[in-house]
Nanobody
Framework: QVQLVESGGGLVQAGGSLTLSCVASGRTLSPRAMVWFRQAPGKEREFVGG????????LHADSVKGRFTVSRDNAKNTLYLQMNNLKPEDTASYYC?????????????????WGQGTQVTVST
């Protein structure tokens, strides 16, 4: 049974930075890709970005392009989300997931395994 554990969230002022981590454990991994989603209160979970596990090809949502960067460390089975120039509208719980497709689906219903999430709050 593979588990996903997100961490690194917190409270940060607008313009600040955070790096989120997602550690996958439970068995040897070789996913097609991994992705980040986020969900603000009262809103649908939305795609943030993804990366192919083998070659590190990335894709980012327009809302975060130029500010957020997805990366991974295959040896550590860890996915990262570097978030710079954070804005109050980035406030959400952030989740990681595996994707068997590339480009990855951008609808949350296409995924059936999530971590518990990590909360990011950006203050003005």
């Amino acid at each position: 049974q593979v588990q996903l554990v997100e961490s690194g969230g917190g409270l940060v002022q607008a313009g600040g930075s955070l790096t989120l981590s997602c550690v996958a454990s439970g068995r040897t991994l070789s996913p097609r890709a991994m992705v980040w989603f986020r969900q603000a209160p009262g809103k649908e979970r939305e795609f943030v970005g993804g990366i192919t596990w083998a070659f590190g090809r990335t894709l980012h949502a327009d809302s975060v392009k130029g500010r957020f960067t997805v990366s991974r460390d295959n040896a550590k089975n860890t996915l990262y989300l570097q978030m710079n120039n954070l804005k109050p509208e980035d406030t959400a719980s952030y989740y990681c997931a595996f994707s068997g497709e590339w480009p990855p689906p951008t609808k949350p219903r296409e995924y059936n395994r999530w971590g518990q999430g990590t909360q990011v709050t950006v203050s003005t």
